[in-house]
């Protein structure tokens, strides 16, 4: 078939496909509150509201930063200024009109068994004019956030993008009686452009030092920066670095977890280790005033491990160079949790290590249908975690294809070792920061194969922190990713719809077209062209025809049409939709400038290559690749440098 004919008949098909989520009566988005029984208590009118937001005298800051967000986000919608007051300020009656949120003295009223909700987790009960909202841990954060959708249509879609409905007129108080908590526990911000902490809060989302403690090291690749400096301890302990019997410590890529078979230096490096995590969560609660759930001990980001005698003996018994990390750690890890609630009593501190690259089968074998631990002395300590990344899936493919056997049966061996297990997929193409890598039609099998597998903590690595706007499509990943992540049941498609009408208000409708058509693309290149899946998968102009990228493009036309009235009746919004449609296109016009310059006359292609570092550069885009930057890979080869 030519590929002509393919283009138009996906575009047809697409065309239909979108038509339902093609709405332009608003430049915000449609209302998206969620179907509410009411009250006959009016929450806001007219500009004022007789509502008070309550907290405890003793507050928690995310106490505090709910009931600023809340009294924010009401007056935007409504106008009405709600004030914040603290528990000792008011008194409660059945007819008071409070919000109230966290553990305040009122909270016996409320009927709610606080005992009972999940870390996270929240309820959201009205009690005569009285809401409570109740939670644990950011679970009041998050009820609070929830309240907002409910009452006033609140919904953020990405760092610059959130809604709330113009509500001019009387809103009025939910008959709420809910509860709530995430299905993946620690759902970390994994996108460069989420991190900012606003962004991360009002996605229901967390950051790294949510979860990991750290001192001077890096938070991830930590063996030398952390915990064995070699500058500090290569001279008198080149055992403690990895290498065969000739090799030098600078050359040394990983620590020796054997300490190349010296019983007596093992246990020394062992307590290195150990002192070091006490001094790192010793500093940790001094700066922050609490602790963190774990610190991480964690290998180099190469895909190298230690090949001395010692090593290569457990390897050869276990099947795995994990079996060393664990039976390092195992130790540390029972010693660290007597230590913990000891000086630090009521708290929980886990360990974490890498299985990546060298480490990332487990030391398992199978029995009938199941896997079991080769032996206890690799059966992680319930105070050890396993950092599972699984690097070589295929993730634009589903978990259940068979290009993803190997995913589900690593996170079965781990599930078999481990009673505590972080998963670190991924959702990008590293070496085409530029190119389209859709795992929308994958994402939602992978977040329930997470929840199923159990894991605690899933940082689904994307770009970060290497680039500040995405283009591809990738803003919408992110956002569905972030919701997939509390509720790995949601409704993708009615998401999708909701985040397009938002973020791109009068050209959501040629936007969602377009994205259909690219989804519908990447489906006949899975399906017929067998492509790569992976985290570095090789694209080329087989994949993305000059003619289907111009028909592409074309929608991208449509969309700066669609909001060409703004230009004369709201200036910021215009630009604002603008730069969010040229964002898209620039992976478009990547595409051509690279796969396709030899088809433009010298003049035109040198015009395209000038508009396009304009814009990317306007737009915030540093890289093509992971390791490298657009300036170096495309810019000096252009002659714009």
Known sequence: MKIKKI??????????????????????????????????????????????????????????????????????????????????????????????????????????????????????????????????????????????????????????????????????????????????????????????????????????????????????????????PKGKYGAAHKEWYAGGDNYTVEDSRQLCLTAHGDEESLAEMRSVALERMKAIIRNWYNTYGELAPCVNFSQEDYNTWCPCSACTALKNKYGTDSASAIIFLNPIAEELDRWVEENYPGNKVKIAFFAYHKTEAAPVKKVGNTYEPIDEQVKLNENLAAYVAPIYANYIYPVTHQKNRSLVDLLDQWSAVSSTMYVWPYDTNFSHFLAYYDTTNSMQGLYRLLKEKGAEFVFNQAQYPSTTTLTGFDIVRAYLESKLAWNVDADLKTLTENFFNAYFGEAAGPMLTYYNAFRSWEEYLRSNMNIEGGVNATISKTHYPKQLLLGWYNYIEQAYAAIGDLKNTDIGAYQRYYDRICAEGIAIRAHLLVFYADTYVASELQQMRVDFKYDAERLGFTNYKETGTLEDELYKSWGLV
């Open 7 to 228: 283009f138009l008949f996906l575009m047809v098909f697409t065309i239909a496909l979108s038509a339902a989520g093609c709405k332009n009566d608003s430049d915000s988005g449609e209302n998206k509150t969620n179907s509410v029984e009411y009250t006959e208590y009016v929450l806001a009118n007219g500009k004022t509201s007789d509502y008070r937001i309550v907290i405890p005298q003793e507050s928690s800051k995310d106490e505090r930063l709910a009931a600023e967000e809340m009294n924010l986000f009401i007056e935007q919608s409504t106008q009405a200024e709600v004030s914040v007051v603290t528990d000792s300020a008011v008194s409660y009656s059945p007819d008071a009109k409070l919000i109230i949120l966290g553990n305040t003295a009122f909270t016996d009223n409320s009927g709610i068994d606080v005992s009972a909700i999940k870390d996270q987790g929240f309820v959201i009960k009205t009690v005569g004019s009285n809401v409570f909202i109740l939670g644990a841990g950011r679970g009041v954060l998050y009820g609070a956030y929830e309240f907002l959708s409910r009452e006033v249509g609140f919904e953020a879609y990405a760092y610059d993008c959130y809604y709330v409905d113009d509500r001019p007129d009387a809103v009025y108080i939910g008959k709420f009686d809910l509860s709530d908590s995430p299905d993946i526990y620690y759902r970390c911000a994994n996108w460069g452009v989420q991190r900012a902490q606003e962004c991360t809060n009002r996605m229901r989302l967390i950051n790294m030092r949510d979860v990991f403690m750290r001192w001077t090291g890096d938070v991830q690749h930590n063996f030398f920066d952390e915990f064995f």
